[in-house]
T-cell receptor
Framework: DTAVSQTPKYLVTQMGNDKSIKCEQN?????MYWYKQDSKKFLKIMFS???????INETVPNRFSPKSPDKAHLNLHINSLELGDSAVYFC????????????FGDGTRLSIL | DQQVKQNSPSLSVQEGRISILNCDYTNSMFDYFLWYKKYPAEGPTFLIS?????DKNEDGRFTVFLNKSAKHLSLHIVPSQPGDSAVYFC????????????FGTGTRLQVTL
């Protein structure tokens, strides 16, 4: 009974390709996030949506485009993949924008060849 | 610019003893702090949080202490158990944007028998 689920778990692809990562939460939360954990283990926020509205966009290249079809889903589409995009991408959700703990998915490991 | 620092990459503690994990921050606007625990191939799991109006928060075996003047917080685990072996991340958010978390790079805790 996974609360925040991401697919796929692993993604291996070549430079220049376009790929998507999907995220779904069944917690009834209003706010969802995408984080990137790089090779140095820094976990950095990329985007946040609240009720399908973008509220945080952290200077991410515009090759990255989040899409929230409803408040239970937040997908991440990446165009023209580059070597530096190799990382683990985590989706998370929280009850709201206030002081609520964020619940994370298990991550998607993206490897660019 | 690393605003949340966990200077000890690893820590080894015997079962039954106290584990103390430390975290320092530089941004004086941070006023909400959290600790997350992460097992391999899983997402971070929320453990405990503290607001800047308090200096201590306790939940079972886990206690977080906040020293605002020193911009330092610590997580105490008593008694430590083998299942506590994981990577622990400290996170902080600034006033008004409680959902925008900045994470440290983590401390790997190993609890030995």
């Amino acid at each position: 009974d996974t609360a925040v689920s991401q697919t796929p778990k692993y993604l291996v692809t070549q430079m220049g390709n376009d790929k998507s990562i999907k995220c779904e939460q069944n917690l009834g939360h209003d706010t969802m996030y995408w984080y990137k954990q790089d090779s140095k283990k820094f976990l950095k926020i990329m985007f946040s949506y609240n009720n399908k509205e973008l509220i945080i966009n952290e200077t991410v290249p515009n090759r990255f485009s989040p899409k929230s079809p409803d408040k239970a889903h937040l997908n991440l589409h990446i165009n023209s993949l580059e070597l530096g995009d190799s990382a683990v991408y985590f989706c998370a959700s929280s009850r709201g924008q206030g002081r609520q703990p964020q619940h994370f998915g298990d991550g998607t490991r993206l490897s660019i060849l | 610019d690393q605003q949340v620092k966990q200077n000890s990459p690893s820590l080894s503690v015997q079962e039954g003893r106290i584990s103390i994990l430390n975290c320092d921050y530089t941004n004086s606007m941070f006023d909400y702090f959290l600790w997350y625990k992460k097992y391999p191939a899983e997402g971070p799991t929320f453990l405990i949080s503290i607001s800047s109006i308090k200096d201590k928060n306790e939940d079972g075996r886990f206690t977080v202490f906040l020293n605002k003047s020193a911009k330092h917080l610590s997580l105490h685990i008593v008694p430590s158990q083998p299942g506590d072996s994981a990577v622990y991340f400290c996170a902080a958010s600034p006033t008004g944007t409680a959902s925008k978390l900045t994470f440290g790079t983590g401390t790997r805790l190993q609890v030995t028998l």
